[in-house]
């Protein structure tokens, strides 16, 4: 099983969604050009529960966002309520087969290790988990940065410490507040980019 | 609770229990057991908990809000429908509580009575942006509904279309509250018109809110796939 990759912007979007809730479960979209490459993130929901109308709704316009972007689904990420539960829960476990059939296949599975948040900076602080036979199972060195890990973990720390996560904005936001670019979040990555 | 923010849970429970011992039906000390319980991860214990200070304190909405939340992320959807149903007794004037209860009932595949409580969500939200979660369920129960309904009905040609409507609906459910949604007479018709309102409230609440032409046209492209 070959490693994926990750830019900066979209790790960035995908941490601070995790750090914005830091009660609750989160989870989101992972976009890129083909399988293994991720680019994007586009956060779903915060205290991430089997609502099934809700997610579909997610997902079926995360498809369509895709479509029109020229980019595709190529996996998912989580982060777990509790802080040393790395494990892929039922429901993460249920919707990233989901999502895997959207992606076509080969997708990955992003766990965020809530303990390793930010801290050490050498870290990345994600697990990597790809499907085989209905189950997902853990890819050692599963996930690598395309960009420099200091640096990028320094500029987020920095980020959360300017309470810039709360400019990152999932679709249960969105429909509190349909001027809220969920699909994008525009703003967030203008203000991570000039950091 | 600063042994509980230090996260040495043990200790903290140790604190409750000995208090509890002096007064065991001082509440605030049985909910705060309950949260260490759930940070601890300990879920079946907590409910339990819950449930049995609830058994006491019948009329206490935020314990109700926290056994639904409980129950939902353990994926025990008949329980949380159950909590949320108490939620709604005593905080109906709440459209969150219609919401996650239709919502609920979406997961347990019982569109019928979700497109209710969607629609009396709608009915208790005041302004058009707090609406747009309910019009996003009342469509996309109604094109369930529609979509069961035009199953059963192509295997029931000549029979009255009423009836085969609220056949369909009783077959794609489970048991429960369904045999309440039997006696009702919405019809495909209504739910064609329910259908296709949410459309317009969705796209009106969108434009009305200036939301950038790229991301109208992702809402357009999925209304279309839960169309009538």
């Not at chain 1, 956060?43 to 997610?58: G, K, Y």
């Not at chain 1, 990955?108 to 997902?136: I, R």
């Not at chain 2, 991860?41 to 109700?64: M, Q, V």
Request: proline residues 3%.
């Amino acid at each position: 099983m070959t490693a994926s990759t990750i830019t900066p912007p979209a790790y960035a979007k995908l941490i601070l969604h995790a750090a914005k809730y830091p009660s609750v479960s989160v989870f989101g979209v992972l976009l890129g050009p083909s399988s293994g490459s991720i680019t994007d993130a586009v956060p779903v929901v915060h205290d991430f529960v089997a609502l099934s109308s809700f997610l579909e709704a997610a997902l079926e316009q995360i498809k369509i966002h895709a479509a029109r972007t020229q980019t595709r689904i190529v996996g998912l990420y989580v982060a777990n309520q509790l802080l040393e539960d790395v494990s892929v829960g039922p429901l993460a476990a249920k919707v990233g087969l989901e999502v895997d059939k959207l992606a076509g296949g080969n997708s990955v599975l992003l766990v965020v290790d809530n303990a390793k948040l930010l801290e050490p900076e050498s870290d990345l602080g994600l697990l990597a988990f790809k499907e085989a036979s209905g189950a997902w199972k853990p890819v050692s060195n599963g996930i690598t940065l395309n960009g420099k890990v200091w640096e990028t973990v320094q500029t987020l720390k920095d980020c959360v410490e300017k309470d810039k996560q709360t400019l990152i904005y999932d679709f249960s936001n969105h429909l509190d507040d349909p001027s809220l670019d969920w699909l994008n979040n525009g703003a967030f990555v203008d203000a991570f980019q000039k950091s | 609770m600063l042994l509980e923010a230090q996260g040495q849970y043990e200790d903290a429970l140790e604190l409750y229990n000995a208090a509890l011992k002096q007064d065991e039906t001082y509440a605030p000390i049985i909910k705060r057991k309950v949260a260490v319980l759930i940070d601890q991860g300990k879920t079946h214990d907590a409910i339990t908990a819950l449930t049995h200070y609830l058994d006491h304190f019948h009329a206490d909405l935020e314990a109700w809000t926290t056994l639904s939340q409980v129950y939902l992320r353990s994926q025990m959807f008949q329980q949380a429908a159950f909590a949320l149903e108490e939620c709604m007794i005593m905080g109906g004037f709440n459209f969150l509580y219609h919401i996650r209860y239709a919502e609920v009932n979406m997961t347990l595949n019982r569109p019928a009575v979700a497109l209710k409580y969607f629609c009396s969500a709608v009915e208790v939200t005041e302004s058009g942006g707090g609406a747009l979660r309910a019009w996003y369920g009342v469509r996309q129960a109604s094109h369930a509904l529609l979509e069961n309904h035009n199953k059963v009905s192509l295997g029931n040609t000549g029979s009255n279309p009423k009836q085969s409507g609220k056949k369909g609906a009783v077959a794609a459910a489970s048991h429960g509250i369904q045999e309440s949604v039997d006696n009702d007479v919405v019809s495909p018709e209504e739910w064609k018109a329910l259908n296709a309102l949410a459309g317009e409230r969705i796209e009106a609440i969108y434009k009305a809110k200036k939301v950038s032409t790229e991301n109208i046209e992702v809402v357009k492209g999925w209304l279309n796939t839960v169309s009538a």
